[in-house]
């Protein structure tokens, strides 16, 4: 938010609203970028109230520290999100979403690595859009669930008897 008076303009930023799921998951990457290009800048930062004051006539630098808050903000909100953090946010087990990403229900982004020593690893990631349309439709991910209980084999179970 920019506010501008006779006094001085200020650009603070209000972290109690309702973010995009990306912002929520990479806060800790979030709350670095915002802190990093507000002491950058040519204001006054104030920590306490994560906002950076600029003298009145500066409101060109003001804007153009908004503008850089903003596509910061959102390079981060579009970052995929890890295999754990799917799993946290839709309440799901490991195998569920291994399953899912296997057959299509469950959309995959791409893949990390990770060196351990001499070992590479690669990992899952996931488009973090689509998995908060799944957080906001939990009804979608009970009804994969129920039609993994009729094909599986206790499911199949019954049919035998």
Excluded at 7 to 19: H, N
Excluded at 31 to 55: H, N, P, Y
Excluded at 94 to 100: L, N, Q, T
Excluded at 120 to 131: F, G, K, Q
Aim: glycine residues 8%; positive net charge.
């Amino acid at each position: 938010m920019l506010r501008h008076d006779d006094k001085s303009c200020t650009v603070s930023i209000d972290l109690d609203v309702r973010m995009p799921l990306g912002l929520r998951v990479h806060r800790g990457e979030r709350d670095a970028a915002i802190r990093m290009l507000m002491a950058r800048s040519t204001g006054t930062f104030v920590k306490s109230s994560r906002s950076c004051v600029f003298e009145p006539d500066s409101i060109q630098s003001a804007e153009d520290l908004v503008d850089a808050i903003r596509k910061r903000l959102f390079g981060i909100a579009c970052k995929p999100v890890s295999q754990r953090q799917v799993e946290d946010i839709l309440g799901i087990t490991s195998r569920e979403r291994i399953r899912w990403g296997k057959d299509g229900r469950l959309p995959r982004s791409g893949t990390c690595r990770i060196r351990k020593g001499a070992t590479e690893i690669s990992l899952w990631t996931y488009p973090c859009d689509a998995i908060e349309r799944l957080a906001a439709n939990l009804g979608e991910i009970q009804g994969w669930r129920e039609a993994d209980s009729v094909t599986t084999a206790i499911g199949l179970a019954s049919i035998f008897v």
